[in-house]
């Protein structure tokens, strides 16, 4: 599959690098596909994971040079709590997402929808109208997970990360046509002690929402330039 996608066209070519966050092409391949509700699209591979991409009829962003954010809905995995208070956590163990971490999340990811703007370098809005850009999407089965340690075996860790499965749509919002849908599972990364905290967690998990934004938009630009 992966040398097929190689020996595509020059186009082909420059819109998957174009997808691949702020530019950093990686080595992946491309595939079609149909998406849940029989748009076509392809899923591609970037730093940040698996990404299906899915356009619409009326695909293109020329004359958009504002976006408003819509809504973006969240849900909680519904997983057991009894373990949430443990630490150090045992590796492996879930823990839901609650109502106060959930506004957090929300918080974050209108933080992260102005960090995307500025670098799409478009002009953030409060209404729809003539060369606006709707976004809104979806976060869902959100939970915090203590990471098994592959080298040291560890049983127990003081760090978790944070999973979800991120989507974004692109639409016009006068019309509300769909312009591209982008989906995916994404998970942070434990680090350092200031990224061990759970309202960490969930600003790395809004960022990876923002850049499918930003991969979004940029996969648009560069299939209409081409």
């Known amino acids: 599959m992966c040398a097929d996608a190689r020996s595509q066209s020059v186009k082909d070519l420059r819109r998957i690098s174009a997808f691949l966050f702020w530019a950093a092409v990686t080595a992946g391949c491309a595939s079609n596909v149909s998406g849940p509700d029989g748009c076509h699209g392809q899923t591609l591979k970037s730093e940040s994971g698996t990404t299906l991409i899915c356009t619409g009829p009326d695909?293109?962003?020329?004359?958009?040079?504002?976006?408003?954010?819509?809504?973006?809905?969240?849900?909680?995995?519904?997983?057991?709590?009894?373990?949430?208070?443990?630490?150090?956590?045992?590796?492996?163990?879930?823990?839901?997402?609650?109502?106060?971490?959930?506004?957090?999340?929300?918080?974050?990811?209108?933080?992260?929808?102005?960090?995307?703007?500025?670098?799409?370098?478009?002009?953030?809005?409060?209404?729809?109208?003539?060369?606006?850009?709707?976004?809104?999407?979806?976060?869902?089965?959100?939970?915090?997970?203590?990471?098994?340690?592959?080298?040291?075996?560890?049983?127990?860790?003081?760090?978790t990360v944070a999973r979800g499965t991120l989507i974004v749509e692109l639409r016009d919002s006068q019309s509300g046509s769909l312009l591209m849908r982008a989906s995916g599972d994404r998970s942070t990364s434990a680090g350092g002690a200031d990224d061990q905290s759970q309202s960490a967690q969930l600003e790395q998990l809004a960022a990876l929402w923002g850049e499918m934004l930003v991969e979004s938009v940029r996969y648009l630009r560069n299939d209409e330039d081409g």
């Open 59 to 159: 695909i293109g962003l020329a004359g958009y040079g504002k976006a408003m954010l819509g809504v973006v809905r969240i849900e909680a995995s519904p997983v057991a709590s009894s373990t949430s208070a443990m630490v150090p956590r045992p590796a492996g163990a879930r823990y839901p997402l609650g109502p106060q971490q959930k506004k957090a999340l929300e918080a974050e990811v209108a933080e992260a929808f102005e960090s995307a703007l500025a670098t799409l370098e478009l002009d953030g809005v409060e209404s729809g109208g003539t060369g606006v850009l709707l976004a809104r999407g979806q976060i869902l089965d959100v939970l915090f997970e203590a990471p098994e340690d592959p080298d040291s075996g560890a049983r127990y860790l003081l760090d």
